[in-house]
């Protein structure tokens, strides 16, 4: 980082001691964590929490970048030995984001995740109501997989608690909303519960209201969307 003052600029010594631990840390977790592939030019933050005993079953591809506080979370063994979290090449996880995966979970090329998105393919077990949540393990959830180009808005949630859920490519999921479901690509989702405001009808060839997509009888009517 370059600092200016009244008398020129400087380089922040601060910065360059970050940048330095990072790269040595980097290094280390390259060494030591054996991933099931990764690619070139990929940037950890050294904050990234993923177990060693876990990191066999992450792949990561060329210029994925994790920023501080990301937690990637692979809560048990995998019978088949298969990745079960996959990073395509070019996509972003900003700070404080979190994937928890049990089946398996795919962020496609350039995806764009803002912070603390959370991307979780099971959930909590509740429904025995005479024991502790806490104890009763996780349901057996689906699969996320979220396609090529999207961005991610702050505070998204995609959970998968029983079935796959795909967001077609280069959509667009609002800050804090919530998906439980699959989104068509070329999608704008928004809210809690969640819905789509806008698509892109590749017959017209331009983006139109909600679900009115090849629907011209709908387009303006907002009680139909």
Not at 8 to 23: M, Q, V
Not at 75 to 98: K, Q, T, Y
Not at 130 to 142: D, K, L, S, Y
Request: proline share 5%.
């Amino acid at each position: 980082m370059i600092v200016s003052t009244f008398r020129g600029s400087y380089l922040d010594p601060l910065h360059l001691g970050t940048r330095l631990a990072n790269k040595i840390f980097r290094t280390l977790k390259f060494r030591g964590y054996p991933f099931a592939s990764i690619g070139k030019d990929v940037f950890i933050h050294r904050s990234c929490e993923l177990a060693p005993e876990t990191a066999r079953y992450v792949s990561i591809g060329n210029n994925v970048k994790i920023e501080k506080d990301v937690w990637l979370n692979i809560p048990e063994i995998p019978r088949d030995g298969a990745p079960v979290i996959v990073l395509a090449d070019g996509c972003r996880l900003n700070r404080r984001c979190m994937i928890s995966a049990r089946n398996h979970v795919y962020v496609g090329r350039d995806v764009m995740f803002g912070a603390s998105v959370l991307l979780m393919d099971h959930n909590h077990a509740y429904e025995n109501v005479h024991v502790p949540i806490a104890f009763q393990g996780m349901t057996r959830g689906g699969s996320i997989r979220i396609e090529d180009g999207c961005w991610i808005g702050f505070g998204a949630a995609i959970v998968a608690s029983e079935s796959d859920i795909v967001i077609g490519r280069n959509s667009v999921i609002g800050a804090n909303a919530v998906i439980s479901k699959s989104i068509p690509p070329f999608s704008v989702f928004i809210g809690n519960p969640g819905r789509v405001v806008k698509q892109y009808d590749v017959v017209k060839e331009q983006w139109v209201l909600g679900h009115s997509v090849n629907r011209p009888d709908q387009q303006n009517d907002p009680e139909k969307l």
